[in-house]
């Protein structure tokens, strides 16, 4: 049984700061990838981050240098820590883990606002 639970988002002003967390509950597998994704109205959801067991990170070029992406392993929990927000990322954000076995999970998404 797998269970993920986002918290962090919120409505902020542009360049403010917002830190997304989610908590993978997982028996019976090991995760391996870890990651957010976001979906505007529409738009395709599309990849923001993603961190794998042994740390290493991809961003989508919209949030280099903006947007951190950090994993405690020993807690199954992913972060991403977003700095000097834009209007442009107002989306809803999803977690997203990726199982032993190739099975994706989702998390139920939280919105993030960015006001102008």
């Known amino acids: 049984q797998v269970q993920l639970v986002e918290s962090g988002g919120g409505l902020v002003q542009a360049g403010e700061s917002l830190r997304l967390s989610c908590v993978a509950s997982?028996?019976?597998?090991?995760?391996?990838?870890m990651g957010w994704y976001r979906q505007s109205p529409g738009k395709k959801r599309e990849l923001v981050s993603s961190?794998?067991?042994?740390?290493?990170?991809n961003y989508a070029d919209s949030v280099k240098g903006r947007f951190t992406i950090s994993r405690d392993n020993a807690k199954n929990t992913v972060y991403l820590q977003m700095n000097s927000l834009k209007p442009e990322d107002t989306a809803v954000y999803y977690c997203?883990?990726?199982?032993?076995?190739?099975?994706?999970?989702w998390g139920q998404g939280t919105q993030v606002t960015v006001s102008s």
């Open positions: 997203h883990i990726l199982l032993s076995g190739s099975r994706d999970v």
């Open positions: 961190i794998t067991t042994g740390g290493i990170t």
């Open positions: 997982v028996t019976f597998f090991s995760i391996n990838r």
